[in-house]
C-alpha cells in the first residue's frame, strides 16, 4: 500500500497550530502510525491506530483520520518539534511514507 | 528497560552477503506476543520494512526483497538476526532493528541504527 504524505517540507513558527498529512492507496482501517525522527536520531513512536498517544508524548500530539487520509497535529509547535515526520500503514504488511521535514520559519 | 543495539560489517562489496545483528534487553522473544523488525533508511530518504520476527518464529518479509532477505532469532541470547544476499550500492543505508509493540504491529522502541556502506 503507498503512502504519501503532504506537504514534503512545512515552515511554522512557535505557537503554531501544524497540521501534517498522510494518504494511503486503500483503506488502512484506521492501522496508522506516526513518527517523529530527529536530526541523527532513531525513529520515535507518537500515534498508534491513528488516534491513540504513546504513552509519555505531550499531549500536543494528536492524530486523526480514517479510511484512506490520517492528520497528524500538532497544537503549538514548539522548538524541540523540529524533526520528519513519518507515517506507516500496517493494515496489509507495512509501509512508511516519505516523510514531512518540519522547520521553523 | 528496553534497548536495542545494531551491529554490522561496516563496508561491504557488491554481491556479498550482509550479516546484521541486533542485541537486546528489556524484555525476551520467547515472550508470548512479542517481536523485532529490521527497517532501513538510506542517507537523506525515508524509511523502509524488512522484515519481522515473532516469539513463535513467525517471520514476516518484504515482498519487494523478500528472495533476499533471512531473519532469525537466537532467544537464549536475546538477539534477532538479518542477512541479505547479493547486495549492491542500493543496500548502503543505516539499518534499524526495533521491537514490535505487542499491542500492535508496529514499533514502540528502536536502535540507535547501524550504517552499512556497499562500495567496491
Known amino acids: 500500500i503507498q503512502m504519501t504524505q503532504s506537504p514534503s517540507l512545512l515552515s511554522a513558527s512557535v505557537g503554531d497550530r501544524v497540521t501534517l498529512s498522510c494518504k494511503a492507496g486503500q483503506n488502512i482501517n484506521n492501522y496508522l502510525a506516526w513518527y517523529q525522527q530527529k536530526l541523527g536520531e532513531a525513529p520515535k513512536l507518537l500515534i498508534y491506530n491513528a488516534n491513540s498517544l504513546q504513552t509519555g508524548i505531550p499531549s500536543r500530539f494528536s492524530g486523526s483520520g480514517s479510511g484512506t487520509d490520517y492528520t497528524l497535529t500538532i497544537s503549538s509547535l514548539q522548538p524541540e518539534d523540529v524533526a520528519t515526520y513519518f507515517c506507516?500503514?500496517?493494515?496489509?504488511?507495512?509501509?512508511f511514507g516519505g516523510g514531512t521535514k518540519l522547520e521553523l520559519k | 528497560q528496553v534497548t536495542l543495539k545494531e551491529s554490522g560489517p561496516g563496508i561491504l562489496q557488491p554481491s556479498q552477503t550482509l550479516s546484521l545483528t541486533c542485541t537486546f534487553s528489556?524484555?525476551?522473544?520467547?515472550?508470548?506476543?512479542?517481536?523485532v523488525g529490521w527497517i532501513r533508511q538510506p542517507s537523506g530518504k525515508g524509511l523502509e520494512w524488512l522484515a519481522n520476527i515473532w516469539w513463535d518464529d513467525d517471520k514476516y518479509y518484504n515482498p519487494s526483497l523478500k528472495n533476499r532477505l533471512t531473519i532469525s532469532k537466537d532467544t537464549s541470547n536475546n538477539q534477532a538476526f538479518l542477512k541479505i544476499t547479493n547486495v549492491d550500492t542500493a543496500d548502503t543505508a543505516t539499518y534499524y532493528c526495533a521491537r514490535i509493540a505487542d499491542y500492535g504491529p508496529f514499533f514502540d522502541y528502536w536502535g540507535q541504527g547501524v550504517m552499512v556502506t556497499v562500495s567496491s
Open positions: 528489556g524484555f525476551s522473544l520467547s515472550t508470548y506476543g512479542m517481536g
Open positions: 506507516q500503514q500496517y493494515n496489509s504488511w507495512t509501509t
